[in-house]
């Protein structure tokens, strides 16, 4: 189970600036980082190579299975403001854990994390490590 995950700083800056550019559309990026037991730590960001702002998440989800199973879960953004998954998001879940930015996307207030129960885990944004990519 896990209990803690930390967003790379510049992954979060990421998720809040595709959100943006999304915005009104949804917007979908992929999360790749390392998992232990209990904490993941998220340290990259892909677009995903379907261009699928506007078509909604379940489309992709599936799409995702055939995926880098160094995808460790999914974000997208709710344009509505909702900081929580709908049934529907729960019913496509992917990988150990969903990353939802809600509107306005304007801190790190408006991540939310969620397990595959739709349970909030508690999330923190960490500096990014000297050797990432990003
Ligand atoms: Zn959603």
């Known amino acids: 189970m896990v209990s803690v995950v930390r967003f790379e700083r510049s992954v979060a800056d990421s998720i809040l600036s595709y959100s943006i550019h999304a915005y009104p559309k949804e917007g979908i990026l992929?999360?790749?980082g390392k998992a232990s037991k209990d904490e993941v730590l998220i340290t990259?960001?892909?677009?995903?190579?379907?261009a699928t702002h506007g078509r909604g998440f379940s489309g992709f989800s599936s799409f995702m299975l055939t995926m880098d199973l160094s995808v460790i879960g999914i974000s997208h953004s709710h344009p509505s403001g909702a900081l929580r998954p709908s049934i529907h998001d729960l019913n496509h879940f992917y990988g150990k854990l969903m990353v939802?930015?809600?509107y306005p996307y304007e801190s790190y207030n408006n991540i939310g994390v969620f397990n595959s129960h739709g349970e909030k885990l508690p999330h923190e944004v960490v500096p990014d490590s000297p050797n990432s990519g990003t």
Request: charged share 15%; glycine share 0%; net charge neutral.
């Open 30 to 32: 992929l999360l790749r």
């Open 44 to 50: 990259d960001v892909l677009i995903p190579p379907l």
């Open 100 to 102: 939802i930015a809600a």
